[in-house]
């Protein structure tokens, strides 16, 4: 990000201390040691790295990998880098800013990563060279410039046998450009846009590497299609059996209207679907908007409405629902797209997310509308249409990978294995 970037975030947080983190253990010399990098800007980045650590230590021998994950610029960033994490939440309730900084930043790669070498480079070097991993792993566009200087820096030093270092991007529809680097030993990408942009940076060819997007160990298998729910697993979701669900995720965070947009729905479904429709709402970490929703909930005669916190059954309601309510995150269309649920975009971050709007509906299993009453009007008429949901549905699968973190796993753990072989 631009210095700017730093400055604002910095400024919607406390100033912490500066003393450098704890010391990282470091893990047994018998095991293969993979250092997975990110920054805790948004859940995305770390939601990937915990896919792609299960992924690579299942089926493999007990104690032969050891997958490290580092918020990176929170632990060992100098302040105002460190704030990163913290400042986030602020940048994104303003969209506007975001998106002026976003694009502001792109010019200001160059000098922001001389600028982060002088004051974070020994903060760095002190985590690699703790950890000594045999792979590094980048899962955040910020993840790039200083550890690959890092690595070439404690390779001439002796102190470290250079390690392979890949990226893993974690945006769907469009990339800043500042998570690609010639120098990368491999680049995941996950759609034929990111493709492009990663190509554009010089990114050779050969490693370019295009499976999809990590997805949690609930979205390793795709839904069958037909969908089929039993009424007993439904009752044990809070929900009704044999009605139309609306599923409204608001991220982890619960935002992106979520509260209007549940109202709408609810009393647009109670007129056109009365007795046969529900609404589930997941508010994330938002308690305000879910005591809200709770105290609402007898005003939607005919429309029963499920409000829930933060839950890790996102899979089981993706399963059980008909159609999906959500801000353009990442994370969630893909999971979407495995659970072959068509999906209507609520609103989505300038930037890295605009890119996943036109995913969503040149793909054909979704559309996009910011209003509440528009989004309320056209789930409603997906709803009433079985032949259109289920040729959404279809699409979703279509678009699904469900195999990408296996893959990319595969693909990190020959990496490791080849290079702790030639030592």
């Known amino acids: ?24 253990p470091v893990a047994a010399r018998d095991k293969k040691r ?26 493999r021998p007990k104690n032969d990998v050891d997958v490290k994950i580092v918020d990176i610029w929170t632990e060992y960033g100098a302040f105002p880098h460190s704030k990163y994490a913290q ?47 045999d792979l590094v792993v980048s899962l955040h566009p910020l993840c790039q410039h200083l550890p690959i200087k890092v690595i070439d820096t404690l390779t ?37 846009a990111v493709h492009k942009v990663a190509s554009r940076r010089g990114v050779d060819e050969s490693r370019i590497r295009q499976y999809g997007l990590p997805v949690r160990r609930d979205f390793w298998k795709a839904t069958s299609s037909p969908r089929t729910v039993s009424a007993k697993h439904a009752r044990e979701l809070g929900l009704l059996p044999n009605r139309r669900t609306v599923l409204v995720i608001g991220g982890g965070d ?60 996102i899979s089981d309601f993706m399963e059980a629902s008909d159609c999906l309510i959500t801000k353009a995150g990442p994370g969630t269309i893909a999971e979407a797209a495995v659970r ?30 910011k209003k509440p009453e528009v989004i309320a009007r056209k789930v409603s008429a997906w709803l009433k249409d079985d032949a259109l949901l289920a040729e959404k549905s279809e699409a979703a699968l279509r678009v699904a990978t469900p195999d990408a973190t296996q893959q990319i796993a595969s693909d990190l753990l020959q990496m490791l294995d080849a290079h702790t072989q030639a030592r």
């Open 1 to 24: 990000m631009a210095r700017m970037v730093v400055l604002v975030a910095a400024a919607a947080t406390a100033v912490a201390g500066m003393s450098l983190p704890a010391t990282v």
């Open 34 to 59: 993979v250092l997975m990098l990110i920054s805790d800007t948004g859940g995305g980045h770390r939601a990937s790295a915990l896919a792609l650590q299960a992924a690579m230590q299942t089926g």
């Open 156 to 192: 001439k030093e002796g102190k470290l046998d250079h390690p392979p270092f890949a990226t893993v991007c974690t945006d769907l529809g469009g990339a800043h450009p500042s998570w690609f680097l010639k120098q990368a030993d491999a680049c995941f990408v996950p759609s034929d």
């Open 254 to 313: 619960g935002v992106g209207s979520l509260g209007k947009i549940v109202e709408a729905t609810a009393t647009k479904l109670a007129t056109e679907l009365p007795d046969s429709a529900q609404v589930v709402a997941i508010c994330g970490r938002n308690r305000a908007v879910q005591q809200q929703l709770e105290a609402k909930k007898a005003k939607w005669g005919g429309v029963h409405v499920e409000v829930r916190g933060f839950t890790s059954q």
């Open 340 to 369: 072959g649920l068509p999906t209507m975009l609520s609103s989505f971050l300038p930037g890295q997310e605009a890119g996943n709007v036109p995913f969503v509906i040149s793909s054909g299993f979704g559309d996009f509308a």
């Open 87 to 133: 400042g986030y939440p602020f940048l994104c309730k303003y969209s506007f800013l975001w998106k002026a900084l976003y694009y502001i930043s792109i010019p200001w790669e160059v000098p922001w990563a001389l600028e982060t070498r002088v004051r974070c480079g020994a903060r760095f070097k002190q985590c690699v060279d703790e950890y000594r991993p």
